[in-house]
């Protein structure tokens, strides 16, 4: 008999229960990522239904001819069990089939589960957790390594493209309508580092999210030359944000854990980054927080 499951294109009306659901799930949602992630490939997210009723959702973005990423990916509790999972996983496996590489974030037991259709490990990604009151830069003094040269510029005066280029040579592919939208986003705060000729040496954006219970801050994308310039902007994006404070930092980045745990994050989960095909030739030392792992 044919499945009642129809999977539909996600739509404006059904970004507040995806976001729901995956507050409730634990994704810590930033505030205004759905729309983002809509409208970076709007072929790329689907709600399953069940009559009137939506029940799960999955994302398969496609980023280039090259490269695309699966996440958002669940069904709600009430209706596990009955394949409804397996038939969205195979809508967005189908929609980036033709892609040499596909990403994703797997939970760690679901790793067997994405090894049997020919993802394959790269590394571990980790959640860091830290929580303050908002007050970071005057509580905790440091040096910060050597910035000379360098201003620390925020918002409309961050050069945009100088940001893309920079982003472009550290990410498994570019993606500069993402960047764009992302960064230009009015919910939290975007800083750069910027030298005299206006190049970029680093970058991040800290934003509102969705916890389980109440609401916290996610840090990500966070890019930088080195550990000492992720780390003195990671102060200032923590400055002026009260409470908790959320950044998933790549494990193919050696410096990463050292600076979280200097500023006394806590690691709190892991997932496991897999790729099917080649995967992207691309050093992660330079990158210290994933923008979202929904999307890569």
Known sequence: MPS???ILPLTPDDISYVTRWARLEGFAPGIGDVGIFRHTDRQGLWVGWLGNKPIGCISGVRYNSAYGFIGLFLVTPKYRGNGYGVELWKHSLDHLDDLPCIGLEAAIDRVNDYSNWGFAPSSTTTRWHWEGNGD???TNKSSNGDQSGLRLLE????PAMAVQLYDAKREPSPRPHFISDWLHH????VLALADENGSCHGFGRIR?????KGKGWRIGPLLADSPELA?????????RHPGVILLDSPGANSSAESLMK?????AVSETLRMY????????????????????G
């Open 155 to 158: 918002g409309a005066s961050i």
């Open 136 to 138: 970071y830069l005057a």
């Open 186 to 189: 009015p919910a939290g705060t």
């Open 231 to 239: 780390e003195f902007l990671l102060r200032h994006l923590m400055d």
């Open 208 to 212: 509102p999210c969705l916890l389980p």
């Open 262 to 266: 200097r500023l006394g994050f806590k």
């Open 276 to 295: 099917r095909g080649e995967q992207p030739p691309i050093s992660m030392e330079e990158v210290f927080g994933l923008a979202c792992l929904e999307l």
């Open 4 to 6: 009642p499951l129809k």
